[in-house]
T-cell receptor, first 110, second 112 residues
Framework: ETGVTQTPRHLVMGMTNKKSLKCEQHLGHNAMYWYKQSAKKPLELMFVYNFKEQTENNSVPSRFSPECPNSSHLFLHLHTLQPEDSALYLC?????????FGPGTRLTVL | GEDVEQSLFLSVREGDSSVINCTYTDSSSTYLYWYKQEPGAGLQLLTYIFSNMDMKQDQRLTVLLNKKDKHLSLRIADTQTGDSAIYFCAESKRNTGNQFYFGTGTSLTVIP
């Protein structure tokens, strides 16, 4: 238990659906992250938020839309996804020097 | 840009020591980390080392850092079947807006 929670843990959606992933931490961390982990690929950083401000967007398609309403919560809004977007989506938070991960949401796009 | 590399696979027998290696390119790294990921789970921080240290030991884990060669290793003593997982090396720098850079992960298989 790292103190970073993610919901849902598993999600199956069609290509026309809209869904959201949620991440929450009450560790007092100021930075939050979304990563995508696909089979046989390196961990891909998607978005970084520092003090609720987005500081990194690694050329992520617009069908992924992050939201950080406060320093404890991070969302990833999904719409019109493709089957190749199926992956494990990991949230993390950090203070200087240490990054802690949530358990991930296993997303399957049909 | 930053580049962190690891070998993809390692197999060891139960009770032996495992050594997982990592190389990185950016000499200004401030912290270096080892994470463990079990099937279906997120990444668990195992240990980390400041770049001004050469070695850190924590129970069965020993981290060695060779800053000159930009080489980091994780030694697991008396490897157990429960150590089977993917191990990720990562680095970060203090002044990069909290950016972390991960290796591709080494899949450790422990043979009973």
């Amino acid at each position: 238990e790292t103190g970073v929670t993610q919901t849902p843990r598993h999600l199956v959606m069609g290509m026309t659906n809209k869904k959201s992933l949620k991440c929450e931490q009450h560790l007092g961390h100021n930075a939050m992250y979304w990563y995508k982990q696909s089979a046989k690929k390196p961990l891909e950083l998607m978005f970084v938020y520092n003090f609720k401000e987005q500081t990194e967007n690694n050329s992520v398609p617009s069908r992924f839309s992050p939201e950080c309403p406060n320093s404890s919560h991070l969302f990833l809004h999904l719409h019109t996804l493709q089957p190749e977007d199926s992956a494990l989506y990991l949230c993390a938070s950090s203070r200087t020097g240490q990054q802690f991960f949530g358990p991930g949401t296993r997303l399957t796009v049909l | 840009g930053e580049d962190v590399e690891q070998s993809l696979f390692l197999s060891v027998r139960e009770g032996d020591s495992s050594v997982i290696n990592c190389t990185y390119t950016d000499s200004s790294s401030t912290y270096l980390y080892w994470y463990k990921q079990e099937p279906g789970a997120g990444l668990q921080l195992l240990t980390y080392i400041f770049s001004n240290m050469d070695m850190k030991q924590d129970q069965r884990l020993t981290v060695l850092l060779n800053k000159k060669d930009k080489h980091l290793s994780l030694r697991i003593a008396d490897t157990q079947t429960g150590d089977s997982a993917i191990y990720f090396c990562a680095e970060s720098k203090r002044n990069t807006g909290n950016q972390f850079y991960f290796g591709t992960g080494t899949s450790l298989t422990v043979i009973p």
